[in-house]
């Protein structure tokens, strides 16, 4: 069957079609997901791709390659526009926008403990705890605790520090914790210290500065200058605090995503802003894909549409353009337990909130600019340098353990002029001596390249190996083994002195070449080189604690076959094991009070 639209005859299918809400999926003649949509009455929404008016170029052309149409009846609309997202996200369609965004966002995190710790948190939230956010990253979030720490002196410990103290720490010096381990403040003094911080987190600025002040002169009449000293020290950090607020609303303690855009030669930024309690936490910058000839309210409605749903949403989102999907408000409603309204800014505050967005969305979109240029100057040099004009995606492989133990390889991937960490893969390597990197490398690289060799994957114009001659010649050796002959190995060592700058390339006829330290051709490397290491180190670190967690966890006598199956299920992993208290692990079936004390001292 081709690919052309010509060829293939829509009208039975469109005939087929009834009159009601569902998602429709084109295919080429390849069997690939050419584009995934949803409608409110399908009939209509497919008969409307094959009409010769009124379609844009980019659509024209993949109607031209439709080769099949299938598609899915719902009971609703908002029930196709869920499908339609989650089959984006699993299918990754050619001609959708796409917005890469698989992370969990950051939570400030008060614990339910007696004495209340403040940390950081990503993942599914637990009931025992008080959570604030989301923040858009990691650095906002943690910015925001150096602040509480400042102001209000909250424990940050973990509890296996906290409960074995017997002296108070740096932190109680440098006057960032008031030492409840030592019982050097007391329960009710804590508890306010905690009710304070969370009226700020909500952004109820001023009662808890009416609440500072008051306590502030009531020490002071009381003749008790020391603690009012310290109060006086809260009210100046409390101001510091509010100082750096660049966005504070005035309407009262608002929540609200504010999504901003800007379009510059055919780059597309999304800017996300985050006011939580009336305080700008904030901001996340995306760039979709396959966005470059959409209109700004597709490009809001799309982002909303892929970002929100299986996520928190706040009550209120202010959009840069309007918002025509009327089944999004009422989904995103039901999803998040509370109404949720969709607006344009058009005047007052809000409308300065989103001016100050598409202020960072074009800043963003001009550093992204910036950056692809740099990026464009070292593949060109690399190009030039390889004599490989088409050179495009470039993979490399690093291998990591300490003393043999726990030993992964990484494979990172550089493509279209940038790292794709959706593509990295990790591999644990098993079975060999212990040490033996050629090995190592010898069955990273066949896991990694044996689909290919079955026509399956993506083909790498070029294969970097951190290392020299003699891992190199394993990898020639793995490419021939699976007939991949027509491969570009390259290897890349550090050269005599080990030191950035000096590295050497190192080619399958046993030639080595060494680059300028200052050509942007090497500094490429160095970037792909450095990623896979840091990559590799990361997962290694993580296996090798897994390791070592589960050798702790046999040692540990009362612990049989049995009961540690019971701490891994009931916790889902060792890190949850690790991180349980003492009470947790005693409602685990066949774990006493003095047998969890045990497991709880051996893993600390």
């Not at 990691?138 to 925001?144: G, I």
């Not at 005047?347 to 909130?353: I, V």
Request: charged share 25%.
């Amino acid at each position: 069957m081709s690919s052309k639209a010509s060829e293939f005859d829509h009208r039975p299918v469109l005939d087929s079609l009834p009159p009601l809400p569902g998602v429709y999926r084109f295919f080429n003649a390849k069997g690939e997901v050419l584009y995934v949509g949803k409608a409110r009455q399908l009939k209509k929404r497919v008969a409307s791709y094959f009409q010769k008016t009124s379609v844009s170029p980019r659509i024209r052309l993949m109607v031209s390659h439709i080769a099949r149409i299938e598609t899915t009846v719902t009971r609703s609309e908002a029930e196709a526009l869920l499908l339609e997202n989650n089959l984006i996200k699993s299918l990754k369609p050619r001609y959708n926008i796409l917005f890469r965004d698989d992370k969990s966002y950051p939570y400030i995190v008060l614990t339910g403990h007696r004495f209340p710790r403040l940390t950081y948190y990503r993942g599914a939230p637990n009931r025992q705890h008080q959570y604030f956010g989301p923040y858009p990253n990691s650095f906002a979030a943690k910015e925001s605790i150096q602040l509480l720490q400042k102001i209000f002196r909250i424990r940050t410990c973990e509890d296996s520090v906290f409960n074995n103290r017997a002296r108070p720490c740096l932190l109680h010096q440098i006057h960032r914790c008031t030492a409840p381990c030592v019982k050097l403040i007391s329960d009710e003094d804590y508890q306010a210290d905690i009710r304070n911080a969370v009226l700020l987190l909500q952004g109820r600025q001023q009662e808890v500065e009416q609440t500072l002040r008051s306590a502030m002169e009531r020490a002071a009449e009381q003749q008790h200058y020391e603690q009012a000293a310290a109060l006086r020290d809260q009210l100046r950090a409390l101001h510091t605090v509010q100082q750096k607020q660049f966005v504070e609303s005035t309407g009262g303690a608002t929540d609200a995503d504010i999504i901003a855009l800007a379009q510059q030669d055919g780059m597309v930024c999304v800017n996300l802003a985050m006011v939580r309690g009336g305080r700008h936490l904030g901001d996340k910058s995306f760039f979709p894909e396959h966005a470059e000839d959409l209109s700004a309210d597709e490009i809001v409605q799309a982002f909303i549409a892929q970002h929100y749903l299986n996520r928190s949403v706040p009550p209120l989102l202010v959009l840069a353009a309007e918002c025509h999907d009327e089944a999004l408000a009422p989904l995103l409603s039901e999803q998040a337990g509370h109404a949720v309204k969709i607006s344009m800014a058009t005047s007052g505050e809000r409308r300065q909130w989103l001016e100050m967005g598409q202020h960072n969305a074009l800043l963003a979109l001009q550093q992204r600019k910036a950056q692809q240029g740099g990026q464009q100057l070292r593949l060109e040099r690399l190009r030039e340098w390889l004599d490989m004009p088409d050179l495009q995606r470039i993979e490399c492989f690093d291998i990591s353990h300490t003393m043999g133990e726990a030993t992964v390889a990484s494979c990172v991937v550089y493509d279209n002029l940038d790292m794709r960490p959706a593509q990295y893969r990790r591999y644990n390597i098993t079975g060999i001596t212990p040490g033996d990197d050629y090995a190592a490398m010898r069955q990273a690289l066949t896991r990694r390249y044996q689909k290919l060799a079955e026509g399956e994957g993506a083909r790498p114009d070029l294969i970097l190996i951190d290392g020299g001659l003699g891992q190199l010649r394993i990898a020639v050796e793995v490419a021939h083994e699976l007939g991949l002959n027509d491969l570009m190995l390259v290897g890349v060592a550090k050269g005599e002195e080990r030191k950035a700058g000096q590295e050497q390339l190192i080619f399958p006829d046993g030639k080595a070449k060494q680059l300028r330290g200052d050509d942007p051709a090497l500094h490429l490397i160095q970037q792909i080189r450095d990623e896979a290491h840091r990559f590799a180190i990361t997962g290694h670190r993580t296996r090798r604690g897994k390791v070592r967690i589960a050798s702790s966890l046999e040692e540990i006598s009362g612990v049989g076959d049995k009961r540690r199956r019971s701490l891994l299920t009931h916790f889902g992993g060792l890190r949850e094991v690790v991180q349980a208290s003492v009470e947790q692990l005693c409602q685990v079936e066949g774990i006493s009070k003095a047998l969890a004390e045990k497991i709880y001292q051996q893993l600390h």
